[in-house]
């Protein structure tokens, strides 16, 4: 599994970000990665600055949330969806996206999921194998889903 550093996936958005400002291609992931900053203007200052975006913490105790985790979540997601992977997140990512009508706004829905779970692996909370984690994640969507449709 490749885990990029903190600088390695700052670096990916602002090189993507710089490529779609100056008209240069795209990898196919660089694509993905832009429209999902394209959905994000509160960004596109800092991306612009490499070396303000390379440095800057995002504490969450000051109550900012981080960008780059933010449009890495939004990228997990569409990778996610792009392979089925856990089983059946693209028909619950899908079914959020019909019930918001918006497929940005259901991502957002969906994060909460995916947050969850990354809080919970930071804090060793989580079941000890992937398929367990990937059926709490997929329940957590289910959840969401049930939710909003109540």
Known sequence: MFQPSRQEVRRFFCDAWYKHRTGQPASPLERIAIAC??????YHELLADVDRALDQDFPVEAGRENPFLHLAMHLSLEEQASIDQPAGVR??????????????????EA?????EII?????????ADMAAINQTYIDCLQ???????S
């Open 91 to 108: 028909g619950l990512l899908q079914a959020l996206q019909l019930r918001y009508g918006d497929r940005h706004a259901a991502a957002h």
């Open 111 to 115: 994060m909460e999921c995916l947050g």
């Open 37 to 42: 900053v394209l959905e994000h203007p509160e």
């Open 119 to 127: 809080w919970r692996a930071q804090r060793g909370s989580l079941p």
């Open 143 to 149: 959840r969401r889903l049930a939710r909003e449709s």
